[in-house]
């Protein structure tokens, strides 16, 4: 796919606190949905939107994160020795080529409007992706290449949408909405995790973001909001005012794996659209439910 959108941020530092342990070593976005960690999901996806250059804004864990990126000799050798090619297969699908990969680091949690400010002097004067790996998107066309095509349309900038129920607006960014046609909304403003009461619609942004550089300025200006951290809803509520921003629905699946049983919904919808595994899951799980 040829697009104007080439470069993508991914913000990976967060502590990953709701799993631990199992985030105490292992960064959270290196946890597996099925066999596969978070983070190449992400990556795959912008890549089937025609992302060639990835800036990861880090914390602890780069080290690993870098490396599961990156080739490993000894297992490749050890692979082709064994003769196992399908493995040989699965580790080259994860590398990123050389010189396609950036690594800055994130030195406080001070929120994602900080995190993509990190990336500022590599993100450069030109449109960039903002993929959150916590957010897991199924779709065909996959997730950020239905906000490209539609960037593609619109210009301006572009976030991902979904509905969420009343009671849980206070989770996420919500926007307001000038007008819709044919799944594209003009957007009005927006608003970090109102109340429900105050909520301005159940449209809630979901971690896909095609944004103009002009956010850059915006955020390295802009002082702490919700929960004292630096956040990119409020640069953006500013940017409606003033630029032309769109949102998309999203069509597909959506998990949101921050929380544990986000993170299993997915690993159980993931592994039910494997042939190899859905039979013999779905028989598990038939007799694990109990009877109505």
Do not use: N, W
Request: aromatic share 6%.
């Amino acid at each position: 796919m040829a697009t104007s959108v080439r470069k993508a941020v991914l913000p990976v530092a967060g502590m990953g606190t709701r799993f631990l342990p199992a985030s105490k070593a292992v960064p959270k976005v290196l946890l597996p949905v099925v066999d596969k960690p978070l983070i190449q999901y992400a990556v795959e996806e912008a890549q089937a939107a025609g992302i060639h250059e990835f800036i990861f804004v880090t914390g602890r864990g780069e080290a690993a994160i870098k490396d599961h990126f990156e080739r490993d000799d000894a297992l490749d050798a050890y692979l082709a020795a064994r003769g196992d090619d399908a493995a040989l297969a699965a580790t080259a699908g994860a590398l990123l080529e050389s010189g396609t990969a950036a690594f800055v680091r994130q030195e406080k949690p001070l929120g994602l409007g900080h995190a993509v400010l990190c990336a500022r002097d590599l993100i450069g004067d030109e449109p960039f992706a903002v993929l959150l790996p916590d957010e897991l998107l199924l779709g065909d066309p996959p997730g950020l290449a239905q906000l490209v095509d539609v960037h593609g349309k619109t210009g301006g900038s572009v976030v991902a949408l979904a509905e969420v129920p009343q009671s849980e607006t206070g989770r996420y960014g919500i926007v307001e909405v000038a007008a819709e046609e044919e799944r594209i909304v003009t957007l009005s403003g927006m608003v970090e995790k109102p109340a429900p009461a105050e909520a301005p619609s159940r449209l809630a942004l979901i971690g896909r973001y095609v944004l103009q550089p002009t956010i850059l300025a915006r955020l390295a200006a802009q002082g702490p909001g919700a929960g004292g951290e630096i956040q990119l809803t409020d640069a953006m509520a500013a940017m409606v005012r003033e630029e032309p921003f769109h949102g998309v629905r999203f069509t597909g699946q959506r998990f949101d794996c921050g929380s544990p049983a986000g993170y299993l919904q997915a690993t159980i919808g993931c592994a039910l659209q494997r042939p190899e595994l859905r039979q013999d899951l779905l028989s598990f799980l038939r007799e694990a439910m109990p009877p109505s």
